[in-house]
């Protein structure tokens, strides 16, 4: 993908150079379509490879909408079953066993962005916000590796610390970038800022979390919450049929009155994968 998007864009400045891959015509408004104004150096605007590219690219935006639609509604119904956001957006439909209503909710603010008609700033919002994502991420990275470094890591970012330095430094010249488009740029610190402010005041609302009183279980012990005796007796005891409960609960009582020991009920059921065990 790297190597595609340098090739694309040598390519795109090799054939008439970086102004008329921006500018339609000298002195005009600076252009959001750099690939067709270079192809037009090559081939007039009737050529069939012209039209090509030009549904080749209608092909991408289509492949690119379906992705978006996908990560969007994920994230905004994590933010709703987590607790980030309102609890109707993290809701599964009943019927289809899809979390409607926050896609419903990114087809809205989608529809609001189209009605507004500035293709480009709305653009211009949207990659100052994915690199500020990605700068938040790598410094959740040193994060990490200072405060958990005996954390189990399935995959470990090569060449540390330089090259998440490097991506640091490197997204921080592209948000450089955006400060000659005050207009976009000054809508998108706005929105993170609101953001911040509505996280801020929608946590604050969420009752605080409190434990169960009692003794912890011995399950809770074996994930290493506690002490676990393991000399102890313990039985453990599956009860998926409902009609013979009573009779295996006797006969675990049974042996472990006799060898004083402890009874540990297990009830496994399944869900669809995308229904939150809270639900």
Same mark, same amino acid.
């Given at each position: 993908l790297v190597v595609l998007c340098i090739l694309t864009f040598l390519s795109s400045v090799g054939v008439g150079g970086w102004e008329a891959v921006v500018y339609p015509e000298p002195g005009a408004v600076a252009s959001d379509r750099p690939l067709p104004l270079a192809l037009r150096q090559v081939v007039d605007e009737g050529h069939f490879l012209f039209h090509l590219l030009i549904?080749?690219? +209608?092909?991408g935006l289509l492949a690119s909408f379906h992705g978006i639609i996908l990560a969007a509604g994920r994230a905004t119904f994590e933010f709703g079953r987590e607790g980030f956001a309102p609890k109707a957006l993290g809701k599964v439909h009943a019927k289809f066993r899809t979390p409607a209503n926050a896609l419903i909710f990114n087809m809205v603010i989608g529809i609001i962005a189209l009605i507004m008609g500035r293709t480009g700033e709305i653009i211009t919002i949207a990659c100052f916000g994915a690199l500020t994502l990605y700068i938040i991420s790598m410094v959740s990275l040193f994060a990490l590796r200072r405060n958990e470094p005996t954390l189990e890591r399935p995959f470990k970012v090569p060449l540390v610390p330089l090259l998440p330095a490097?991506?640091?430094?490197?997204?921080?010249y592209l948000i450089g970038q955006i400060f000659?488009?005050? +207009?976009p740029l000054s809508l998108a610190i706005g929105c993170l800022i609101l953001g911040m402010f509505a996280f801020v005041a929608w946590k604050g609302t969420l009752p605080d979390e409190t434990a169960i009183p009692g003794t912890a279980s011995h399950v809770a012990h074996s994930h290493g919450r506690g002490t676990l005796d393991k000399d102890r007796f313990r039985i453990l005891v599956p009860i998926a049929n409902p009609k013979n409960?009573?009779?295996l609960l006797d006969i675990?009582?049974?042996i472990a009155n006799q060898k004083k020991g402890d009874i540990t009920l297990l009830h496994v059921i399944r869900v669809p994968e995308q229904l939150p065990p809270t639900d």
């Open positions: 549904t080749i690219g +209608l092909v490097l991506g640091i430094l490197a997204n921080l000659n488009h005050p +207009l409960v009573q009779q675990a009582i049974a």
